[in-house]
């Protein structure tokens, strides 16, 4: 079979060979089935390897601010996306700071704080830091559920 390309074609104008095989008189058989998206194991970006460390249940209590000590401001990325500003003295201490979140997450819910940048979990054994000591002044801490 001889066929000529249309004008707009790349090879307008040239001769090509044209090879058609009749497969008419074939049963159907259906292509392999393709690999479907997101059907494998997820990978998180979480830290599992270590156990998650809450510290047992917190006692939800707002942190009074003294006016007169030095004040800073910490940024919370609450487990909901809603962000809060605290504005924290820098003798705050890690405990009261997970006390005042407790205040904002649902009654009785397990959570654990981090810093953002770089990625920190906040464990109870840093409990008895000031929010100076560990670094936090001016910073973003996030409050996910465990």
């Known amino acids: 079979m001889r066929a000529r390309l249309v004008r707009h074609a ?11 095989i009749d497969k008419s008189t074939e049963a159907y058989t259906p292509p392999p089935p393709t690999v479907t998206p997101f059907a494998g194991a997820g990978h998180t970006m ?17 942190a009074v601010v003294d006016e007169s000590a030095p004040t800073t ?23 009261q700071l997970r006390s005042h979140v407790a205040t904002l ?15 920190t979990k906040l464990s109870s054994a840093d409990d008895a830091k000031t929010v100076a ?7 973003t801490i996030a409050a996910s559920l465990v």
């Open 133 to 139: 000591d560990a670094g936090l002044l001016n910073n």
């Open 73 to 95: 401001s910490v940024q919370l990325r609450l487990h909901d996306g809603s962000r809060r500003v605290l504005k924290l003295n820098h003798t705050h201490t890690i405990g």
């Open 10 to 20: 790349p090879h307008a104008g040239a001769d090509i060979d044209v090879h058609c």
């Open 105 to 119: 997450m649902p009654p009785g819910a397990r959570f654990e704080l981090s810093t953002q940048f770089p990625r």
């Open 46 to 62: 979480r830290d599992d390897s270590a156990p998650a460390d809450t510290g047992g249940p917190v006692t939800p209590q707002e």
